[in-house]
């Protein structure tokens, strides 16, 4: 099938990273991943949660959040109450910087990393972890060049993306315009050596066998090895 930007099945949207894209944080860059464009910030906390208070470890955590104009018509902010749609993104980006620190080394400290969505085109949480991967390294290198660890306490490179099923071909890399229409949805986090943190299936018009399953896997992890070699670059 001809996608919409002209894009081959397996190839990924352009990719551009800006690194230090906000001031203040102590990790930060601009993502834009065809035209969706997250923010993504980290932040050195010298605290952490109460249950691991006087253990030694440290943590990692992230929010979430989309600018009411990120997308075609407003959303409402949300104040008081989160949806159960932010909230679970913003756990699985939480989830899936925790796999990559060694929260040991890092000592009793907490890293935010706060994603904001500031133009939404399809792939928010995949573009949001592969950025927050980023600025979560800008931030340690910054607390090991203040001294504050000796090591960078990282044990492993994370980045995601999304994968497709329309019309039985396997889309990598789905804009809003392919989501909203995939028979099978998905979204797949992965390390740099291979290993999956979460992988997020979901047959939304119609059921995938196993076969197309393992084809969705294995079209993702091209796409995901691709995003890995972009934040290298961007981290040079």
Do not use: P
């Given at each position: 099938m001809v996608r919409s930007d002209g894009r081959v099945n397996e190839k990924i949207r352009p990719v551009k990273i800006t690194i230090d894209y906000i001031k203040h944080a102590e990790g930060s860059c601009l993502i834009e991943l065809g035209q969706t464009k997250v923010i993504c910030t980290a932040s050195v906390d010298n605290k952490v949660p109460p249950h691991l208070k006087d253990t030694g470890t440290g943590w990692v955590t992230a929010e979430y959040s989309m600018l009411p104009r990120a997308t075609n018509t407003r959303n409402q902010r949300?104040?008081?109450?989160?949806?159960?749609?932010?909230?679970?993104?913003?756990?699985?980006?939480?989830?899936?910087?925790?796999?990559?620190?060694?929260?040991?080394?890092?000592?009793?400290?907490?890293?935010?990393?706060?994603?904001d969505v500031i133009q939404a085109d399809g792939g928010t949480r995949v573009a949001s972890i592969t950025g927050a991967y980023v600025a979560l390294v800008k931030a340690l290198r910054t607390m090991k060049d203040k001294g504050l660890i000796s090591v960078l306490p990282l044990k492993n490179q994370v980045a995601a993306v999304s994968v497709g099923l329309i019309n039985g071909k396997i889309l990598v890399d789905l804009?809003?315009?392919?989501?909203?229409?995939?028979?099978?949805?998905?979204?797949?986090?992965?390390?740099?050596?291979?290993?999956?943190?979460?992988?997020?299936?979901?047959?939304e018009n119609s059921t995938f066998s196993k076969e197309e399953l393992d084809q969705l896997l294995q079209s993702a992890q091209k796409g995901i090895i691709e995003l890995l070699k972009l934040q290298k670059e961007a981290l040079k």
């Open positions: 949300e104040r008081t109450k989160l949806s159960g749609r932010t909230f679970e993104i913003q756990r699985l980006i939480g989830r899936a910087m925790r796999a990559c620190v060694d929260l040991k080394q890092l000592g009793e400290r907490t890293i935010i990393l706060d994603c804009c809003y315009e392919e989501d909203s229409k995939a028979d099978v949805d998905m979204n797949v986090v992965m390390t740099g050596d291979g290993g999956f943190i979460e992988v997020q299936g979901t047959g």
